[in-house]
């Protein structure tokens, strides 16, 4: 693409909106919030001293660049070249604290003294409660009962840092219902506290900002892919709950001719079998009833039970620049047992969906180089695979 | 205002305030067990007007008690349909709003979801998660046939955002009576007065607070500033735990209250 030529994945419009998609859905009293959040940014986003404030703090503390890594003997057998860009190694093991350490640092900026965020697989919240630790700021994080339950270990976790945990007991107990409390909370708490929003999803300029937050991890994998194979990859994976991970290493090749695929579970697909609706302050698409009331999304990955995807997303499948296919939870066992066995790397669920849909496609996509965003590690999730496994 | 036609909703709640009358607005949620009763109820003992929550899956604007009866609602198979058909079989004379989430309306549609509302009986609606910058699409389809969207007013809206949402407001303007979620506390926030007294200096439109406004003495006192208030919580709690004859009492209490100042 030439440098005057906008970029697919540029600003959204004054109105937030990419396409059809995003905008600014919130109760009056978030309104403005939201505004003085986005001018914020902006003006943090131009100022070097802020990015290079935040380079500084991923670099010696979350431990950017994350590498790549060719997976020699799993690319051999199914016949591509499979190469992982490593969020997991990044500090609190997924690519979730690029993310939050900008918010927190633009939050102590704006004099902020109190996060909450939401967490379902509780990766976000680690980093939050990580993050608001490293900035001394007080933090507290929702979470479904049913994600408290399965993800124990992240709940202790968060606790040894400093924060409150406080269990989601109403809807589904899952990741949406905590995004509500957390609003809930933000609406109450407004003046003093940052509501440190975990995917691209969410209210102007949520989306927006958190995908130039993650950004990062396209921008290094193009230049590590250029440098290791002279070229850019044909497909990039990665798997979508609010998709933060997946935009984030999209906006690295979506000016490319790689084919970008986001992997949704089979039991929360927003964007192969939703319509568009309103819910998290966001146009997308939405798995909804036949009146609109939001379904509950269901899948064996705490991270993906999400009955939305971020609005961005929602453009990239409208206007076909990006495609998302599902995965089963049979589908992604097999494909976390394999990585483990054959590569040494334990995946997080959630990018065991990725591998999942590469492992089923790869008889199509032979002599290809792939390139899989490895969000995060799969320690959390061993537990779980114990009792699934037996 | 001077060149917008009053809706008839506005034009009733002017006559009243403009007669001393303070307005009185409960919520019922509605599909929630003996929720037509509770309107009957509600009307015969004083309410102005009343409103009409369509549950939704994810109520960001409801506290816990609101929360509870919308699942309530939603597990008894309550939709937006059903609810519509049980208003038309109400036969009170008080206008009715309803109070949905967006999503409820996106659904449906702007134009087919407005003259649904009409067609059940219904004259005004709250849509709060549908805030001024968003409005514009919904307004049009409910002007065009004469529904009132009453807009909302929150404590943390800058003096420049208010003649806006003021302007754009119909029937009356949902005056936030806190930093906070619906339900019930122990005392009147100071920021309910606060706000509605700057609605007051700049607008026309009845002001009513709504949103913490947990008793009758709470009423009275945000009616010193404000033209009336809604009560919300409140109400569905005596619905839950007494039924419509809880409502009836309470409406009625919370009536003389006002009255008497």
């Known amino acids: 693409m030439s440098i005057s030529e906008q970029s697919i994945m540029s600003e959204p419009s004054e109105a937030g909106r990419f396409g059809e998609f995003g905008g600014r859905f919130v109760p009056e009293t978030l309104v403005p919030a939201c505004q003085e959040l986005e001018a914020s940014f902006r003006e943090a986003w131009a100022d070097p001293v802020f990015r290079a404030e935040l380079d500084q703090v991923l670099r010696e503390y979350a431990g950017r660049p994350s590498m790549i890594t060719e997976c020699y003997q799993l690319g051999a057998k199914l016949g591509i070249r499979l190469v992982l860009k490593r969020e997991d190694l990044n500090h609190t093991g997924s690519h979730k604290i690029n993310n939050v350490l900008g918010q927190v640092l633009l939050a102590k900026r704006m004099g902020k003294k109190r996060i909450v965020a939401e967490t379902g697989a509780g990766q976000h919240g680690v980093a939050s409660a990580t993050a608001a630790a490293l900035m001394g700021m007080s933090c507290k994080v929702y979470m479904g009962a049913v994600d408290v339950e399965r993800q124990a270990l992240n709940v202790f976790r968060m606790k040894l840092l400093g924060a409150e945990v406080e269990a989601v007991h109403s809807g589904s107990r899952t990741l949406k219902d905590a995004v509500n409390e957390a609003m809930r909370d933000w609406v109450a708490s407004v003046e003093s506290t940052h509501y440190c929003l975990g995917s691209v999803m969410g209210p102007h300029p949520y989306p927006w900002m958190v995908r130039e937050f993650h950004r990062v991890i396209g921008s290094e994998a193009r230049e590590q892919c250029l440098e290791r194979y002279g070229k850019d990859p044909d497909f990039v994976v990665a798997c979508v709950g609010g998709g933060s991970n997946a935009i984030g290493i999209f906006s690295g090749f979506v000016d490319t001719d790689a084919r970008l695929i986001g992997v949704e579970p089979a039991g929360g697909a927003a964007v192969g079998r939703g319509q568009p609706g309103v819910v998290h302050g966001m146009r997308s698409y939405l798995m909804q009833d036949e009146y609109g009331q939001v379904q509950e999304a269901h899948s064996i990955s705490a991270g993906l039970d999400y009955p939305g995807v971020g609005p961005e997303h929602s453009y990239l499948a409208s206007i076909g620049r990006a495609e998302y296919p599902t995965v089963t939870d049979a589908e992604v066992i097999e494909a976390f047992q394999l990585m483990a066995k054959t590569e040494g790397i334990i995946p997080a669920l959630e990018c065991a969906h990725a591998l999942a849909w590469i492992t089923r496609e790869a008889p199509k996509m032979q002599g290809k180089t792939v390139l899989m965003n490895l969000s995060g590690r799969g320690d959390k999730d061993v537990g779980q695979m114990m009792e699934i496994l037996g | ?261």
């Open chain 2, 1 to 261: 205002m001077s060149a917008t036609v009053l809706t008839s909703l506005e034009a009733t709640l002017r006559a009243k305030r403009d007669a001393g009358r303070k307005i009185l607005v409960p919520y019922v949620t509605g599909g929630l067990k003996g929720w037509t009763d509770a309107i009957r109820a509600a009307a015969a003992n004083g309410a102005d007007v009343i409103e009409i929550g369509l549950p939704f899956s994810d109520p960001v604007m409801d506290g816990p008690i609101i929360q509870e009866a919308s699942q309530r609602a939603l597990d008894d198979g309550a939709t937006p349909v059903s609810i519509l058909e049980g208003v038309r079989t109400l036969d009170v004379d008080v206008p009715l709003v309803v109070m949905c989430y967006y999503n409820t309306v996106h659904h449906a549609g702007h134009e087919r979801f407005a003259s649904q509302l009409v067609q059940a009986g219904i004259t005004g609606a709250i849509i709060p998660d549908l805030p001024l910058e968003e409005s514009g699409p919904w307004c049009s389809a409910a002007d065009a046939v004469g529904l009132s969207t009453i807009m909302l007013a929150a404590p943390t809206a800058p003096d420049e955002r208010l003649p806006r949402v003021c302007a754009r407001a119909r029937g009356f303007v949902y005056s936030v009576g806190l930093l906070g979620v619906t339900g019930e506390r122990t005392e009147l926030a100071a920021t309910a007065s606060q706000l509605a007294s700057r609605l007051k200096k700049i607008t026309d439109v009845p002001v009513i607070i709504g949103v913490g406004v947990s008793n009758s003495a709470q009423a009275v006192e945000a009616c010193k500033v404000a033209d009336g208030i809604v009560q919300g919580a409140s109400v569905v709690r005596r619905l839950m735990e007494g039924g419509a004859d809880a409502v009836g009492a309470y409406v009625a209490e919370v009536r003389a209250a006002i009255d008497a100042g």
